[in-house]
């Protein structure tokens, strides 16, 4: 019921900053929970941040927790990350997801996901 499309990926030095967007269309953003994914050559699919539906409550996980902030701006159906103090453990494509639920930490929960953005950290 929602398209979601990221931008503002790119190619940055170790310890600089980068902030990604995704945009939605079709449904008002505002009824999903919203949540930024990551995927490394090889590796699994993670969670990196989440956010509730009101973007009351959110979350990190451990390996970006203080680095990077998750927010939404409802009225313009967009979601953000900002990245900063980069580390090249942080190169992967990054995907935007929307799950029906006003949290969830599971990817199983996200019905609707982006086509993703790279992002490549160099040493």
């Known amino acids: 019921q929602v398209q979601l499309v990221e931008s503002g990926g790119g190619l940055v030095q170790a310890g600089g900053s980068l902030s990604l967007s995704c945009a939605a269309s079709?449904?008002?953003?505002?009824?999903?929970?919203m949540g930024w994914f990551r995927q490394a050559p090889g590796k699994e699919r993670e969670l990196v941040a989440r956010?509730?539906?009101?973007?009351?409550?959110?979350s990190y996980a451990d390996s970006v927790k203080g680095r990077f902030t998750i927010s939404r701006d409802n009225a313009k159906n967009t979601l953000s990350l900002q990245m900063n103090s980069l580390k090249t453990e942080d190169t992967a494509v990054y995907y935007c997801?929307?799950?029906?639920?006003?949290?969830?930490?599971?990817?199983?929960?996200?019905?609707?996901w982006g086509q993703g953005t790279q992002v490549t950290v160099s040493s």
């Open positions: 997801a929307a799950t029906s639920y006003s949290a969830a930490g599971s990817a199983n929960a996200y019905a609707y």
């Open positions: 079709g449904r008002t953003l505002s009824n999903y929970g």
């Open positions: 956010i509730s539906k009101s973007g009351g409550s959110t």
